[in-house]
């Protein structure tokens, strides 16, 4: 593998300073750094929302918000959550920093077409945002019809003009990004010397590309509808309220693991660096992403269990959505045994490595009852879904950001954080999660509904230990904002490769010069390829 430690080229962030040289970079690392920036104040606002609900299911009357209210909150908490924050995350932040380091290129394929996707991310934000403040969306964040479409009375056309504008940045980056795979990466790194992360961001950018175009759409007929009276989802007009849901799932479906496939990447990744060892079964784990992508499209009916749909359909769906658990649990099994046959050492991305994986089997394993047509039948629009998916993409994508963004933050950086923060905000995290989520579960079980803002009082004790938890995860949300931001003015230096960890971002300096290589990359060995010593360095 090319050694370019001691390249003399200035780092990424010291070229060019000043706001324009930012606003107009065409470097892939900047592009990363403005979406880390501009995905952690849209986390802060969707997190601000979620205390909101939280305090008011502390109580069973509804005493803080009016029903009204509270509708537009849980709307805006999930439509900022999943496409503002969830869905860019690790594509937006690590999959643009790292995914040309990896490729062993200079920078993406289309570098303008790269800050282009950032400036429609941030111009569809302000849309939605404006709905916020333009009195709010109470549709909940799947705009389901003929609500949304001819009865409420919110900002759902501003709205659903925000997500579809959105989408077009979504869309542009995944091209981006499967362009580089296929034409610029360097002599000899073949597709199986590919790391898995990458593998992972290639599937994802796969359904970026085939679904989204889908989801916009589908909010563009309610808009339209909206606005101009047409008959798409109005059955009094001829059109199928059940339509949209069947095209709202078809890309939805696919969208979370939009939010979970570059978890599962950065997973592998760190399984290999903490174990150091090669990922055990590698193929298996990188064709489990293409999997996950393709079955992906196939299961969206599982949400209309209890629609109009029939029962044979239903049955087939339910089907196909348990073959989807096969290939998650085969990347689960693969990083458990590289561990087991690893030598784990206890840094703080290992701490994030073991909370994803438990947290992940409980949403996939609940998954598996939702899947099971007539139990879901019982628990669809319960609290028992509510937990599901927050254990899947709060306690799988985010912990897995997380974890991604404490592994490179030294390279990306270049300076070290305080270890023992680290592991602080691993453990809250992990406890305050499952606090806020198990509860959830057996109230759903009980047959709490979801998205209602009041609830008879036998139900308290859960809520209140649901929404202690809730104080608990923000606690360990808000540490890594000190640590982190600390680590930047007084952090210690970070070396090349602070974890002795393998990868070709690994032999460049930390942080990156503009152009990440010095000289031309040639790959001659396969990834992961972990000799017994190795040093550690970190602070
Ligand atoms: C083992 C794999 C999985 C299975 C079998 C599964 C199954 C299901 C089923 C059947 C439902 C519908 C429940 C209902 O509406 O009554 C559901 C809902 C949901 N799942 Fe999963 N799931 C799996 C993995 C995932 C993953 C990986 C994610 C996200 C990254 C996810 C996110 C969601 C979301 C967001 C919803 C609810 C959406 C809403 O109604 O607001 N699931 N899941
Ligand atoms: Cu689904």
């Known amino acids: 593998m090319s050694h370019a430690i001691g390249t003399t080229g200035t780092s990424y962030l010291d070229a060019p300073h000043g706001l324009a040289s930012w606003l107009l970079t065409k470097d892939h690392k900047r592009i990363a750094m403005l979406y880390l920036i501009s995905i952690t104040i849209f986390f802060a606002v969707g997190a601000m929302f979620a205390a909101t609900i939280r305090a008011e299911l ?3 009357q509804g005493d803080l918000l009016d029903s009204d209210m509270y509708n537009k909150i849980f709307t805006l908490h999930g439509v900022v959550m999943i496409f503002f924050f969830l869905i860019p995350s690790i594509p937006a932040v690590l999959g643009n920093f790292l995914l040309p380091i990896m490729c062993g290129t200079k920078d993406l394929a289309f570098p303008r077409i790269n800050l282009l996707s950032w400036y429609i991310f941030i111009a569809g934000a302000i849309i939605t945002l404006a709905a916020v403040f333009n009195g709010g969306v109470d549709t909940g964040w799947t705009f389901y019809t003929p609500y949304s479409s001819i009865a ?10 925000g997500v579809f504008v ?10 981006n990004f499967i362009v580089t795979v296929h034409r610029m990466r360097a002599p000899g790194l073949t597709w199986f010397r590919l790391p898995l992360f990458v593998w992972a961001i290639y599937a994802t950018s796969l359904v970026m590309i085939l679904g989204t175009p889908v989801v916009a759409i589908t909010v563009l007929l309610v808009a339209a509808e909206r606005a101009l009276h047409l008959g798409f989802f109005d059955p009094t007009r001829g059109g199928d309220p059940v339509l ?11 969208a979370v693991y939009i939010m979970i496939l570059p978890a599962m990447g950065v997973m592998s990744e760190l399984v290999a660096a903490v174990s150091r060892k090669q990922v055990f079964g590698y193929s298996f784990v990188a064709f489990s992403s293409l999997a996950i992508a393709v079955l992906g499209f196939l299961v969206w009916g599982h949400h209309l269990f209890v629609s109009s749909q029939s029962i044979y359909a239903g049955l087939v769906f339910s089907i196909i959505t348990m073959l989807v658990a096969v290939p998650s649990a085969v990347k689960t099994f693969n990083w458990t045994a590289t561990m087991y046959k690893g030598s784990v050492t206890w840094e703080s991305p290992t701490y994030w490595v073991v909370g994803f994986m438990g947290l992940f089997t409980i949403g996939g394993l609940t998954g ?5 047509m007539g139990l879901d039948i019982h628990l669809t629009d319960t609290y028992f879904v509510v937990a599901h998916f927050h254990y899947i993409m709060v306690g799988g994508a985010i912990m897995g950001y997380l974890g991604g963004m404490h592994f490179w933050w030294p390279k990306m950086t270049g300076r070290l954080y305080s270890e023992a923060g680290a592991k602080a905000s691993a453990i809250l995290v992990f406890v305050g999660f499952n606090l806020t989520f198990f509860p959830q579960f057996l109230l759903g079980y009980m047959g709490m509904p979801r998205r209602y803002h009041a609830y008879p009082p036998e139900w308290q004790v859960l809520n209140v230990l649901s929404s202690a938890g809730a104080s608990v995860l923000a606690i360990g949300y808000l540490l890594p904002a000190f640590y982190l931001t600390y680590s930047l003015i007084k952090g210690a230096k970070a070396p090349a490769n602070p974890w002795g960890a393998k990868g070709l971002e690994w032999t460049i300096p930390s942080p990156p010069p503009t152009f990440n290589f010095e000289d031309d990359v040639v790959v001659d060995e396969p990834a992961y390829n972990y000799k017994p010593a190795r040093e550690v360095h970190v602070g």
């Open 244 to 254: 949209f849901q069947h095209l709202f799932w078809f890309y939805s479906h696919p």
């Open 368 to 372: 598996l009852f939702l899947a099971t």
């Open 58 to 60: 502390a109580t069973p």
């Open 152 to 161: 409420s009375e919110s900002s759902v056309t501003v709205a659903a003009l």
């Open 166 to 175: 959105t989408g077009f940045s979504s869309i542009l980056t995944g091209l």
